[in-house]
């Protein structure tokens, strides 16, 4: 059982509770415990039950699986860490790349750096002009508001 259990303790503490269920049945829980940076999926708890005969023959083969697995796990998860560390710093030296390809304004030149003009407010002509002249919005004449009789909607 211990054999089984070296490959898990060398990089972490694993904790292992005996508890007498009943008359003729045991339960074994293995609970790994990790560094505070570490993956709760590492902190996974293996609990088998089953009589003290069966825990004998086969706590052992299921520890290795257990062990294994957590293994694969632990593989699994810094190869995802390392690949968004690698594409988060592809990304901001892209970014720094853009930023200085980026043409800076020409400050000798102050007309061609200035953004083009959109027209203000004050630039517009209103709608109370003159009526040789187009306001913002032509002139419409107003609408009646719609009128209701006996409950109906008049369109």
């Given at each position: 059982m211990f054999v089984e259990l070296m490959p898990l303790l060398a990089s972490?503490?694993?904790l292992i509770t005996v508890a007498?269920?009943?008359?003729?049945?045991?339960?074994?829980n293995v609970i790994p415990h990790g560094k505070a940076d570490?993956?709760?999926?590492?902190?996974t708890p293996l609990t088998y039950t089953g009589p003290p005969e069966e825990l004998d023959a086969e706590l052992g083969k299921h520890l290795a699986s257990y062990v294994q697995t957590h293994q694969q796990t632990?593989?699994?998860?810094?190869e995802a860490k390392a690949t968004m560390e690698a594409a988060?710093?592809?990304?901001?030296?892209?970014?720094?790349?853009?930023k200085a390809t980026q043409?800076?304004?020409d400050?000798?030149?102050?007309?061609?750096?200035?953004?083009?003009?959109?027209?203000?407010?004050?630039?517009?002509?209103?709608?109370?002009a003159s009526p040789g002249t187009l306001g913002l919005f032509p002139p419409t004449s107003p609408e009646p508001a719609p009128t209701q009789s006996?409950?109906?909607?008049a369109l």
């Open positions: 972490r503490t694993v007498k269920v009943d008359d003729k049945t045991l339960r074994v570490d993956n709760p999926a590492l902190s632990a593989s699994t998860l810094a988060a710093k592809a990304a901001q030296e892209e970014a720094k790349r853009k043409k800076p304004p400050k000798g030149n102050p007309v061609m750096a200035a953004e083009p003009a959109s027209p203000t407010p004050a630039d517009a002509v209103p709608f109370s006996n409950g109906g909607l």
